[in-house]
Structures are given as structure tokens and as C-alpha cells.
């Protein structure tokens, strides 16, 4: 059985940080292209960033120069560190996994950006 289970979510003021994470099991991660989508209340689920199996990494217009994605192959664990938080960064964030035909997310994690 396949997981995804993200944590390191939370409230925030703008200007902080916070790391995600999302650890793998039942997959061999490294395999896979890994990514991070955020949803926003009454908006579709975008991409934020991903990286495939080969290390290339994409970067959403909104994340680049402050999210930063890696992976830590022997932990099965992918991570979203980001930076310089703003309100508009406010979401749940989801896991993905894909590999061909088959694609798997996460139960999502709240980020809320607020004075």
C-alpha cells in the first residue's frame, strides 16, 4: 500500500519559514518524480515544485528564489523548505508521487501565512 505523509505545516507570520515534509512508503521514491501542489480555499490545485527521479527540479513562477525542493533518497523523504512566506502562500499542501500511469498524493498539510 501506497503513502504519502506530509508534515511541518502550521501558521506562520509573513517573512518566516517552514520546512515540509513528505515521507514515502510503500514506493521506492527515488523512482518516482516527487512534487508539491498547493491548494488554495476556492482555487484549483497548482504546482509548486517538483523533481523527477533524475534530479531536475521545476520551480512554480510564485516559489522561485524562495521554496527550495530535495529529496533524501535513504529516507524515502521528499522536502519543501520555504522562505520568505507571504499571505498568498496560504494553502494545503499536497505530496505527489508519479511514476508512468500511476500517480499518488498525500492527505495534505495546512499552511497558513498571518499576522
Known amino acids: 500500500q501506497v503513502q504519502l505523509v506530509e508534515s511541518g505545516g502550521g501558521l506562520v507570520q509573513p517573512g518566516g519559514s517552514l520546512r515540509l515534509s513528505c515521507v514515502a512508503s510503500?514506493?521506492?521514491?527515488?523512482?518516482?518524480?516527487m512534487g508539491w501542489y498547493r491548494q488554495a480555499p476556492g482555487k484549483q490545485r497548482e504546482l509548486v515544485a517538483s523533481?523527477?527521479?533524475?534530479?531536475?527540479?521545476n520551480y512554480d513562477d510564485s516559489a522561485k528564489g524562495r521554496f527550495t525542493i530535495s529529496r533524501d533518497n535513504a529516507k524515502n523523504t521528499v522536502y519543501l523548505q520555504m522562505n520568505s512566506l507571504k499571505p498568498e502562500d496560504t494553502a494545503v499542501y499536497y505530496c505527489?508521487?508519479?511514476?508512468?500511469?500511476?500517480?499518488?498524493w498525500g492527505q495534505g498539510t495546512q499552511v497558513t501565512v498571518s499576522s
Open positions: 505527489s508521487a508519479e511514476y508512468g500511469s500511476s500517480w499518488y
Open positions: 523533481i523527477s527521479s533524475s534530479g531536475s527540479i
Open positions: 510503500g514506493i521506492i521514491s527515488r523512482s518516482y518524480a
